[in-house]
């Protein structure tokens, strides 16, 4: 159980343009999904918070307008990369908590994560 | 001074060893404490989830929390060539609807055939 996929695994695109990554919980609903960016040899960076039906949360430092974020339904979230450049290029991992989890409702499970690269 | 310590390593052990990776805090408001392991290009996988202190072991894992000390710690016990990876721990506290949690830097471990 608590598997959540993300799709594309990777992607390439020119700069100027827009990349959608999807984020899916496949056997599980889950309210908040969230978004981390992951540089090489570095940790998590929490981008925003997701929240089914409501705008997402947005940690200091990321661009909204930027990033956009659709979290349409219990089980799929959308990161929109708009007018991507080359410093846009990353690892984008989503994650999601699984309330129904006895006794693991703070727990997050991720996906596998989206390689982007902009040229 | 970051909310959660860990040690980035690299950590190098031979095949069958016992490995100990740890983790420390300073937000006494942490309750609940995860491990996790990326392999390379992968998202992280979670391994072990502790609520409040104590021990918890499952298989060749072991997590322990020491809340009076801040201190997590994770111990593999006999070690194999496909736990090499990177080791994250992770932490929340109660309150607050989004419940986000808090990442060490991560620890890379390279366990020798």
């Known amino acids: 159980g608590a598997v959540v996929s993300q799709h594309p695994s990777w992607v390439i695109c020119k700069s100027g343009t827009s990349v959608k990554i999807e984020c899916r919980s496949l056997d599980f609903q889950a309210t908040t999904m969230f978004w981390y960016r992951q540089f090489p040899k570095q940790s998590l960076m929490l981008m925003a918070t997701?929240?089914?039906?409501?705008?997402?949360?947005?940690e200091q430092g990321v661009e909204k307008d930027k990033f956009l974020i659709n979290h349409a339904s219990l089980t799929l979230s959308t990161l929109t990369v708009t007018s991507a450049h080359p410093e846009d290029s990353s690892f984008y991992i989503c994650s999601a908590r699984d309330l129904g989890a006895a006794g693991r409702g703070e727990t997050q499970y991720f996906g596998p994560g989206t390689r982007l690269l902009v040229l | 001074q970051k909310e959660v310590e860990q040690d980035p390593g690299p950590l190098s052990v031979p095949e069958g060893a016992i490995v100990s990776l740890n983790c420390t805090y300073s937000n006494s408001a942490f309750q609940y404490f995860m491990w996790y392991r990326q392999y390379s290009r992968k998202g992280p996988e979670l391994l072990m989830y502790t609520y409040s202190s104590g021990n918890k072991e499952d298989g060749r894992f072991t997590a322990q929390v020491d809340k009076s000390s801040k201190y997590i710690s994770l111990f593999i016990r006999d070690s194999q060539p496909s736990d090499s990876a990177t080791y994250l721990c992770?932490?929340?506290?109660?309150?607050?609807?989004?419940?986000?949690?808090?990442f060490g830097s991560g620890t890379q471990l390279t366990v020798l055939p």
């Open positions: 997701s929240n089914e039906g409501s705008k997402a949360t947005y």
């Open positions: 992770a932490m929340s506290a109660l309150g607050g609807s989004a419940r986000q949690l808090t």
